[in-house]
């Protein structure tokens, strides 16, 4: 169960140059009068597909996953997402209810913002107005990147990509502990995990990495980079 916790004011945080930096004082005491902060274990939801859109919300640490579930209860991992590339934008002004549930899937802290007072700022503030419009385009834009990467390329390429992003863009080093499961890697490539199981298996043979467990170790990173590139 998600755990509240004694926020951090907005005027001290290391994402206020990032989320709210067009702000003033006096609006950013309005966001911490308005703010909740909760910490999430891995595997809780942090909201529901289909839950009604109350708050403007933003990852402050940690790794989360966004996932829409088909008529046929089929899921589909849309996005992963770290801090500052994700502030729960991508259906929060264009429908009533959640389109994607949000997962932690690393422990992880969640501010929520009362989405009236972020409507009552956005109508009275313009530079912070044109500001969270950019940073909608921003995050959209990196929804879309992502799908094109995963699906313009053949199998090998898409577990390429996937492991090549958490070892340039999540921990920014060639030696970590995969987040994800087997089972949700083929959920975000639109893979079956089996085939998910034999390319990683693969992998291993070919020497281009190493894995115990879920500790995955990159020999060969510009090798895998080229099974990218060839997709």
Not at 26 to 40: G, P, R, S, V
Not at 82 to 89: A, I
Not at 129 to 136: G, P, Q, T
Request: with cysteine; charged share 30%; hydrophobic share 40%.
């Amino acid at each position: 169960m998600a755990q509240e916790l004694n926020h951090q004011s907005c005027t001290s945080c290391v994402y206020r140059t990032w989320a709210f930096n067009k702000l003033s004082n006096d609006e950013l005491k309005l966001i911490d009068k308005h703010k909740k902060e909760f910490a999430y274990k891995k595997g809780e939801v942090v909201f529901q597909e289909g839950e009604e859109i109350s708050s403007f919300l933003y990852l402050r640490k940690g790794l989360v996953k966004l996932l829409s579930t088909e008529k046929n209860e089929k899921e589909h991992i849309i996005s992963i997402a770290k801090p500052m590339d994700f502030v729960g934008l991508l259906s929060i002004f264009s429908n009533q209810k959640q389109l994607y549930t949000i997962t932690a899937i690393e422990q992880s802290v969640v501010c929520f913002v009362e989405l009236d007072i972020i409507k009552r700022l956005i109508q009275e503030n313009g530079d912070f107005a044109l500001d969270f419009l950019e940073k909608i385009s921003k995050v959209s834009d990196n929804v879309i990147h992502t799908r094109m990467s995963i699906n313009t390329k053949q199998l090998r390429g898409r577990i390429a990509y996937i492991l090549l992003f958490f070892a340039n863009h999540i921990y920014k080093k060639t030696a970590f502990e995969l987040p994800v499961s087997r089972k949700e890697i083929a959920q975000l490539i639109d893979m079956s995990t089996e085939n998910v199981i034999r390319i990683l298996s693969e992998f291993r043979k070919d020497n281009i990495l190493s894995i115990e467990g879920k500790n995955i170790t990159i020999h060969d990173p510009e090798r895998l980079q080229r099974i990218y590139d060839l997709g």
